[in-house]
């Protein structure tokens, strides 16, 4: 028997099969994209939070360290050279800097963390907070080198400069350095405000020079010094050709001098003295006594001069009238003998006393040295007087004169004078 098979009804009967649909290639990359952008936007969202927080936290560390510098210099007068150790820094947070001069400071902060970030603060942003960056000393331009003028007034010598221009907000200030040549004086670097310096330059021969530089500077930082300017003044003297010998050439402040003095040297010029003042000829003598002398003479002494006279300022002594001359000797027997005499007596007197009763008088005169006196008298005191001859010798320079001799006189002082 056969079998008969509905195609139509086997087609009913049997259910139909579905196919299963997937994501497709776009719809993953749509995906992977998406899921990209907020992988990177939350990172970057978190690497800006934690700079943002290690930012703070140096800004911090920096606002307290800055409170800590001034506290320091409120006891001490002077910013410390580092960071105060009562001081603490936070963790992961370095502090370097401090001050080098005491009047200001720059302390920078850096992290551990982030090595890329650094700020730093000074006791000029101390008030408005730290600042981004590292510390760098601020610089100042080096002024221009000053122009120097020089002016001589006698034996003054004064230095000038024109101001030179500074930096907005930055004071100038200059120094110099003062040399004489050859006397080897220096002054060494001396610093001021003024723009001009004065001093006595009056030594002939030397050299005197003037060396000038600015500077520029705050209460941090000074500039370098400018180049050097300078001007020198040399006094070559002040000398005419009246004072410069004849046949030779000298500088001078006024130039080149030649000299009009006339050379004496080897040219006798003598001077008698006499009643007026005369003028010694204009010239070089050399200091040689046989080039040019004043005549001089022995017998300029006072003996020579009457008291009261004075010539070429020597004061006379001598007495006018007979010159005399008086003294004592002691006698025991003979003559009495006198040679000291500067004359020739004519008139010799002695006196001679014996005790205190007996008194011998003897006078004599004569008419030149030589002669023997024939007017010689002598008076004894009780016993009247007596006449004789050759009692009294005179001689060119004294006298001899005979005393009578008294057994009861001894040896006796005979006082004399004589008168020329």
């Known amino acids: 028997m056969h079998k008969f098979r509905n195609n139509r009804f086997d087609s009913i009967a049997k259910p139909t099969m579905k196919t299963k649909v997937g994501f497709t290639i776009v719809e993953l990359l749509v995906v992977i994209s998406v899921i990209g952008i907020l992988a990177t936007i939350s990172i970057v969202g978190y690497g800006n939070w934690q700079k943002s927080i290690i930012e703070t936290q140096l800004k911090s560390d920096l606002s307290n360290v800055a409170t800590a510098m001034n506290s320091y210099r409120n006891f001490n007068n002077t910013y410390p050279l580092v960071v105060p150790t009562t001081f603490k820094s936070s963790q992961g947070v370095v502090l370097t800097g401090g001050s080098s001069n005491g009047t200001t400071y720059c302390i920078e902060a850096s992290s551990l963390q982030n090595t890329t970030l650094h700020y ?47 930096t907005a907000g930055t004071t100038l200030r200059y120094h110099y350095q003062y040399t004489i040549s050859p006397s080897g004086y220096d002054s060494g670097l001396i610093v001021t405000t003024n723009n001009n310096v004065a001093f006595t330059t009056s030594t002939a021969g030397q050299t005197y020079t003037l060396q000038v530089q600015a500077q520029c500077y705050d209460t941090e930082v000074a500039s370098n010094w400018s180049v050097a300017a300078s001007k020198y003044y040399t006094n070559y003297g002040n000398a005419v050709a009246a004072d410069i010998l004849s046949g030779k050439t000298a500088t001078t402040d006024s130039g080149l001098v030649t000299g009009t003095m006339p ?124 006449h004789g001859s050759a009692g009294t010798v005179i001689y060119s320079n004294g006298f001899d004169t005979t005393v009578v001799s008294q057994a009861w006189a001894g040896s006796q002082d005979i006082s004399w004078i004589a008168i020329e």
């Open 120 to 166: 730093h603060i000074t006791q000029k942003s101390g008030s408005s907070g730290a600042e981004e960056g590292i510390c760098v000393a601020p610089v100042i331009d080096t002024p221009t080198s000053p122009v120097v003028a020089i002016s001589t007034n006698g034996g003054s010598t004064s230095w000038s400069w024109a101001t030179v221009l500074c």
């Open 263 to 386: 050379n004496k040297v080897g040219s006798a010029t003598t001077l008698v003295p006499n009643t007026v003042n005369q003028a010694i000829p204009a010239g070089y003598y050399g200091g040689v006594v046989g080039d040019g002398k004043v005549t001089g003479d022995a017998n300029l002494i006072p003996a020579n001069i009457v008291s009261g006279k004075s010539i070429f300022g020597v004061a006379g002594s001598a007495i006018t009238g007979k010159r005399w001359a008086s003294g004592t000797i002691t006698y025991v027997s003979g003559n009495i003998s006198v040679r000291s005499l500067s004359f020739s007596p004519t008139i010799v007197i002695a006196y001679q006393k014996a005790y205190s009763v007996n008194q011998s008088i003897y006078f004599s005169s004569s008419y030149g040295a030589g002669s023997a006196s024939d007017n010689a008298w002598y008076f004894v005191n009780g016993s009247g007087y007596y």
